[in-house]
């Protein structure tokens, strides 16, 4: 598989009043073409500002450092005019909440044209008939209709179809997906994690999926990532990370998944998030875990590649000098 | 409701204002101790002329019998006659209202024209020096006394760099020389209508100090606002799609950030359109400007109510209008709201 994103040494930090948050901690992950990535964790651990670091669309006060591959060249030594060719033409993102993601004062058609136009050659009318193509793609009846709505005229279910087809309107080779079913009705998140991964296998672009959704990993990624306050502590097949999680907060998440099989007591983690103003020393997980060590908190573990293809960063499983 | 149904639903209620404001300031005037009839024959007045004078302008008759004289004639037009003057108060009016239109709209523009851009910079920019400077400009133009500021920009202008006339409306040689056809009564406009640049120049030299003047309390408060609704709009998530999918700057900032955050500031526009009038008493007065202010100044000064009610009902009207304007433009703006 050829690699389309290799993120490296990630780090990025908010000058804030209260201090400077560590948002980022070292993320490492790569994605190959035309599979689906899954990046699970809980709010805050860092998921969207990996996704905003791609398309370098952190606020002024963020500080980032690391390395960003696409495509062989470093997202991050680009200009900011080299960055706005790349958004929405290579990379595309769709957000957590359609309601509020699309603009309320101008029609579909006038937002869907403005993004085909900016990115390519192309006038006006032809515009319009993309942007009904596109619409078509992605399941929408009564194109025309639509074109010339309003967002607050349209439900939810079709206002995330209407940003998947903006998203997918030059084509990307890579789509992030930021939740992209949280803010949905259930059976429209079936709908929309369906319709995102048929495309994918009909366009064959790559897909990073942001989620705290562990059923929407199983369903839908190839690989899952997982994150802990601003780390990524494990990388596996999803087969592999269901059945043989290795990292001790991996385990925890996959514990708390309620079986209806089995009455059995759900055993939540203990603890709580750190704050990221001023983390545990060595690895940020060591005050929940339940197998720390002396070594977890003098040092920050590296993700190392335990079984083939399947990665993780614990002071458990060795690969690190000192264990 | 229709947009036909809610504009003539407006109308009737701004006629309700407009008649509230009327009897308000009816009873008002007549109220203060004054004698108008005493006024009205002049100097050297004989007991029997100020008896007369009464007589015909219905002194003499309850206060109630006035008002109703005055409503009679309101509805014929008639808005009596000017104590001051003599003449008829609606005559005096037509050519003192389209002075004090023309320079108000003159000064409404400058403040857009500067207010709307200087906002949305500073607020792209916030905390930079072009926004410090945007600041100072905007709390200078709330706070400083109009009167001083017009006198300062005569003294610069006119004084020192002799590039601007010091005040009225248009030099009277320049008049003779070239006659202008009076057609709206709004010289700039007449005077490009009817293709005489030469009064067109003119006219536009003196009315650049005095708008600038009424225009800087807007330019403060247009200013203000716009920055600090695009602040607010530059954090939302349209706005974040807009530059994920790669879209120019220029494009995000004044097409669909200004859009949304543009609906307050009309507000203040409207409002900002009273501000001015009541401006315009004092500058009228430092740039003799023969206006509805400095008429309504001297009005007010000699007790001539008729013309003080006439002022005020032209100023309610022109008002509430304005309003009605600002409105209709935010419903065509904003698909959201529901007449």
Redesign the interface.
């Known amino acids: 598989m050829k690699e389309l994103l290799s993120i490296e040494n990630l780090y990025v930090n908010f000058r804030t009043l209260w201090g400077l948050v560590k948002v980022l901690n070292g993320v490492n992950l790569k994605i190959y073409e035309g599979e689906v990535f899954g990046l699970v964790g809980e709010t805050g651990c860092g998921k969207s500002v990996t996704a905003m670091s791609i398309l370098r669309l952190l606020p002024s006060n963020a500080e980032i450092s690391g390395k960003i591959i696409f495509k062989g060249k470093d997202l991050l030594k680009k200009s900011e005019e080299e960055m706005r060719k790349i958004r929405g033409k290579e990379i595309s993102i769709i957000f957590q909440d359609p309601m509020t993601s699309l603009n309320p004062l101008f029609k579909i058609k006038e937002q869907m044209i403005d993004i085909i136009t900016t990115h390519n050659k192309i006038d006006t009318e032809e515009a319009y008939k993309k942007a009904k193509e596109l619409l078509r793609e992605v399941g929408l009846p009564d194109v025309d209709r639509i074109l010339n709505s309003y967002p607050h005229e349209l439900s939810g279910g079709m206002r995330q179809r209407v940003m998947i087809a903006m998203a997918l309107s030059s084509n990307p080779s890579l789509l992030i997906a930021d939740e992209p079913t949280t803010a949905l009705d259930v059976t429209i998140q079936k709908q929309i994690l369906d319709l995102i991964l048929n495309l994918k296998e009909e366009l064959g672009f790559s897909v990073l999926l942001i989620t705290h959704d562990l059923g929407v990993v199983a369903e839908s990624c190839d690989r899952v990532g997982v994150m802990y306050a601003g780390n990524i502590v494990e990388i596996a097949d999803t087969e592999e990370l269901f059945e043989n999680p290795l990292h001790p907060y991996t385990q925890g998440l996959l514990s708390v998944i309620p079986d209806p099989r089995y009455k059995k007591h759900l055993k939540p983690l203990r603890g709580q998030v750190p704050s990221l103003i001023s983390p545990p020393r060595g690895c940020r997980f060591n005050p929940r875990c339940e197998f720390v060590r002396d070594s977890c908190k003098l040092k920050k573990p590296a993700l190392v590649e335990y079984k083939e293809s399947h990665f993780v960063a614990c002071h458990l499983y060795g690969g690190n000098p000192d264990d | 409701m229709k947009l036909k149904e809610y504009i003539a639903y407006r109308l009737m209620l701004s006629i309700l204002v407009i008649f509230g404001v009327v009897t308000i300031v009816f009873f008002i005037s007549r109220v203060i101790p004054s004698d108008p009839a005493a006024l009205w024959v002049g100097a050297h007045p004989t007991v029997e002329a100020i008896e007369k004078a009464r007589e015909e302008l219905h002194l003499n008759e309850p206060l109630i019998k006035q008002y109703y004289y005055y409503l009679v004639g309101l509805l014929h037009g008639d808005l009596g006659i000017s104590i001051r003057t003599h003449n008829p108060v609606a005559q005096d009016l037509k050519s003192a209202f389209s002075a004090t239109f023309e320079l108000i709209l003159f000064a409404e523009f400058i403040a857009i024209l500067i207010g709307i851009p200087l906002g949305v910079y500073s607020a792209v920019k916030k905390d930079s020096w072009l926004d410090n400077l945007s600041r100072v400009l905007a709390i200078s133009g709330v706070s400083l006394p109009t009167f001083w500021f017009g006198i300062v920009l005569q003294l610069i202008f006119f004084k020192y760099l002799h590039l601007l006339p010091l005040a009225g409306r248009v030099d009277t040689i320049t008049m003779l020389e070239h006659p202008l056809k009076v057609i709206t009564g709004f010289y700039l406009f007449d005077s490009l209508v009817t293709g005489n640049f030469v009064v067109f120049v003119d006219v536009l030299k003196h009315m650049i100090l005095p708008a600038i003047t009424l225009a800087m309390y807007p330019i403060g408060l247009i200013t203000r606002q716009v920055r600090s609704m695009m602040i607010e709009v530059l954090q ?13 700057k220029k ?1 995000i900032y004044f097409k ?1 950030a200004l ?2 955050a543009i609906a307050p500031a009309l507000i203040t526009i409207g409002l900002s359109f009273a501000y001015t009038l009541i401006g315009a008493f004092l500058v009228e007065l430092i740039f003799n400007w023969p206006g509805l202010g400095r008429y309504a100044a001297y009005s007010i000064l000699s007790m001539d109510y008729p013309a003080v009610l006439g002022v005020t009902i032209v100023a309610a009207t022109a008002y509430v209008f304005i309003n009605l304007i600002v409105d209709l433009i935010q419903v065509c ?4 709201i529901q007449l």
């Open positions: 939302e998530n349209y706005i974040r799609t807009a530059w994920a999918y790669g879209l120019p494009r669909y859009k949304n703006l904003d698909p959201r």
